[in-house]
């Protein structure tokens, strides 16, 4: 792959990254909107008025662009130098250090640590398993994007609407990870007809 090359897929990487990262992020800000005290539509109240806060944003941005149009010249170098950056610890220029063990071993271990960190719940926050292993001194300077790819990879599902306290965000359930995994499922398939 030539250097070009190697600078746009940092840069698309990136900024997938980046835009996953501020989906989540928004996506967490609304969330923590509802209110646990309040039942039906007015526990949702807080939810709805950020949602509004953020259309009201989206508009003032908009109609400074359209007032000063060189503004677009600003934001994008903003959102290049940030994609930039996110490409740059995206999870696979990460794995090559070698410091993170219990999250990078096997399907099995990464399993066993989320339920570890899971307890006796049903399900799990990524969010919380990433505090856990930065605890631990582990996964420093990944995120819960870079988590949710790590999991991709290894074929963990990783769902945006886990509920933990009331609040709905990117985690794993239980039932999914106490399925048997595709490798397993694939040896356990292939044991008979070795033994005929």
């Given at each position: 792959?030539?250097?070009?090359?190697?600078?746009?897929?940092?840069?698309?990487?990136?900024?997938?990254?980046?835009?996953?990262?501020?989906?989540?992020?928004?996506?967490?800000?609304?969330?923590?909107?509802?209110?646990?005290?309040?039942?039906?539509?007015?526990?949702?109240?807080?939810?709805?008025?950020?949602?509004?806060?953020?259309?009201?944003?989206?508009?003032?941005?908009?109609?400074?662009?359209?007032?000063?149009?060189?503004?677009?010249?600003?934001?994008?170098?903003?959102?290049i130098l940030a994609a930039w950056r996110a490409g740059k610890t995206a999870p696979e220029d990460q794995d090559e250090?070698?410091?993170?063990?219990?999250?990078?071993?096997?399907?099995?271990?990464?399993?066993?640590?989320?339920?570890?960190?899971?307890?006796?719940?049903?399900?799990?926050?990524?969010?919380?398993?990433?505090?856990?292993?930065?605890?631990?001194?582990?996964?420093?300077?990944?995120?819960?994007?870079?988590?949710?790819?790590?999991?991709?990879?290894?074929?963990?599902?990783?769902?945006?609407?886990?509920?933990?306290?009331?609040?709905?965000?990117?985690?794993?359930?239980?039932?999914?990870?106490?399925?048997?995994?595709?490798?397993?499922?694939?040896?356990?398939s292939a044991e008979p007809s070795t033994a005929a």
């Amino acid at each position: 792959m030539s250097r070009l090359a190697r600078h746009a897929d940092r840069l698309a990487t990136g900024s997938a990254a980046l835009r996953l990262r501020l989906t989540t992020a928004v996506q967490a800000w609304i969330a923590r909107g509802r209110r646990d005290d309040l039942t039906g539509w007015r526990a949702a109240l807080g939810c709805w008025a950020r949602l509004a806060l953020l259309g009201l944003a989206g508009y003032l941005l908009w109609r400074l662009v359209r007032a000063f149009p060189n503004l677009l010249w600003l934001l994008s170098t903003a959102w290049i130098l940030a994609a930039w950056r996110a490409g740059k610890t995206a999870p696979e220029d990460q794995d090559e250090d070698g410091g993170d063990a219990s999250w990078e071993a096997s399907v099995e271990s990464v399993r066993r640590l989320l339920l570890e960190v899971m307890g006796d719940a049903d399900a799990v926050h990524l969010r919380t398993v990433l505090a856990r292993l930065h605890q631990d001194g582990q996964w420093e300077g990944h995120t819960v994007t870079d988590m949710r790819t790590r999991l991709t990879l290894l074929g963990i599902p990783a769902d945006r609407n886990v509920k933990v306290g009331g609040i709905p965000t990117w985690g794993v359930r239980r039932r999914d990870l106490e399925a048997p995994s595709p490798v397993s499922a694939e040896q356990t398939s292939a044991e008979p007809s070795t033994a005929a």
